[in-house]
Structures are given as structure tokens and as C-alpha cells.
């Protein structure tokens, strides 16, 4: 398939760049369109007040790459209308792998990621969005060191992509034009060759309390909570398939919102 890859953690990723060097290795044409930094938790943001810059960059990945000075929703949208030629019209778009999970309601309606993906199927496009699990630990350890993961977490990695490019293989083909709806997909710690595809529902997380208190100058900080999961026990979720060690795959289907 001919493939529009972005994701929120910017065009410098090494999880977007193993993850483009998957999509290739299983043939599929591809197109990088990616932030020029780091864009989480800004759901499907779009930069509407300041101009957004956008231009060809060559990050070595072996397919026409784009820097985008906003959002994945931005990314996605000028790529589209934009910066692809006309000889490469994508017939999916891809988000991710992104650094941390997006598994249930409280992150998945904040994901840059996931929101990456949903501006492909607000165009038509079959869609699908990846993100890696991982502990409070790994992910301060990977931000102090630049964003490069250490042996263990690479090799992690690098399953999780092929997982992932057989994944967007077998359901973007599947999946009918002008659906609405994302596949998302999340990556246990660790992701395993053999570890099992589990169809999972959002977890019903509630995640109060995301700022720290006034500071001196009277400004808030971020502070990361996984949040409270008020599932009913026995519901499949997303997050009870990465406890298990399982692939989690919701498929998010936003006709459905009014029902």
C-alpha cells in the first residue's frame, strides 16, 4: 500500500524511524510527514492562529520525507492537500509508534498519536495508530538520554515494528474507505515475537489531578498519572490486554459516538 506515516513525538524519533524502516521492509510505499518536536498530548490540536511552516527534510529513511512546524493533525492534513505529489495518492495513514501508551479513554481523546491517525479518516483513509508501553522509569531514563533508547528498549522496539507493519499489513487493506474510525494498537513491556493480538474496548480510566499546585509565579505544571480504572470487571480492555503482556487492538469507531 502506498502509506502516509506521522506521529506526536517529532520527525527525530528513533520508534517513528524503526517504524518506517518496518513499513518499507514489508513493501509498502511510504511518505513521512512528521512534527518538527515533540506534540503530545495535544489531541487533534490544529494550529490555527500562527502560520505552519512545512518542508522537505532527509532523515536517511529511504523515502521522501517532510517537517511540519505543528501538530500530527497539521502534519496530516498539509501533507494531504499539500506536500504529496500527485503520483503518491496514500491509501492509509499510519501514527507512531509513539513513546508510552495510549490505551484507555482518559489518554486516547489526548493522544497526538491517535489523533494523527483520525485526521486520515476524517479524509477517507483507512487508519491506524501505534504506541509502545512502557514503565514511569523507562520513560524518564529514555527523556534524560535524548529520546535514544538503551539495547534492551531498541530491541523491544524493533518487535514492535514488525508487529506493527504486519498489523497495518492485514487491517488497512480490510478496513473500507470513509469509515471514521482508527485502529489502535498498543505494545506490551516487554513486546515479544510471539506476544498475542488481544480485540480490546477502552478502559474506563478517569485521571483527576493532571496539574501540580500554583508554583510562586502562579503557573501549573504537568504531572503524568496513569489515572483511576473504573472498568467493570471482566470487560476486555485495552489495558488489561498490556497487564497480561498482550497486544492490545481497539478499533475506535466514531459513528458510533451518538449511539
Not at 533508547?149 to 480490510?174: F, N, Q, V, Y
Not at 471482566?234 to 489495558?239: E, I, P, V
Request: charged fraction near 15%; proline fraction near 8%.
Amino acid at each position: 500500500m502506498r502509506l502516509l506515516l506521522t506521529n506526536d513525538d517529532g520527525i527525530d524519533s528513533i520508534f517513528l524511524h524503526e517504524l518506517a524502516r518496518a513499513l518499507l521492509a514489508a513493501g509498502h510505499e511510504l511518505a513521512v510527514v512528521a512534527p518538527a518536536s515533540e506534540q503530545s498530548w495535544v489531541g487533534a490540536a490544529k494550529s490555527r492562529h500562527r502560520p505552519v511552516p512545512a518542508g522537505p527534510a532527509d532523515r536517511g529513511l529511504g523515502c521522501p520525507t517532510w517537517i511540519v512546524g505543528g501538530t500530527p493533525s497539521d502534519c496530516v492534513n498539509i501533507a494531504l492537500a499539500h506536500l504529496l505529489p500527485k503520483t503518491f495518492r496514500p491509501e492509509g495513514v499510519v501514527s507512531g509508534i509513539n513513546m508510552g501508551l495510549n490505551a484507555s479513554l482518559g489518554f486516547i481523546l489526548a493522544s497526538g498519536t491517535v489523533s494523527g491517525a483520525w485526521e486520515g479518516a476524517l479524509h477517507g483513509l483507512p487508519a491506524i495508530a501505534f504506541s509502545q508501553d512502557m514503565t514511569a522509569g523507562i520513560y524518564e531514563r529514555l527523556k534524560a538520554d535524548g529520546d535514544r533508547p538503551d539495547e534492551a528498549l531498541h530491541a523491544i522496539l524493533k518487535i514492535s515494528a514488525a508487529h506493527a507493519a504486519r498489523l497495518a499489513t492485514g487491517l488497512l487493506p480490510a478496513t473500507p474507505p470513509q469509515r471514521f474510525l482508527v485502529h489502535n494498537v498498543n505494545f506490551p513491556l516487554p513486546c515479544r515475537a510471539d506476544s498475542p493480538v488481544r480485540r480490546t474496548v477502552p478502559a474506563q480510566v478517569v485521571v483527576p489531578g493532571l496539574f501540580s499546585p500554583a508554583a510562586d509565579d502562579g503557573t501549573h505544571q504537568l504531572v503524568f498519572r496513569l489515572g483511576e480504572d473504573l472498568s467493570p470487571a471482566g470487560l476486555a480492555t485495552d489495558r488489561a490486554a498490556l497487564a497480561a503482556g498482550c497486544i492490545s487492538h481497539t478499533v475506535l469507531d466514531y459513528t458510533k459516538l451518538g449511539a
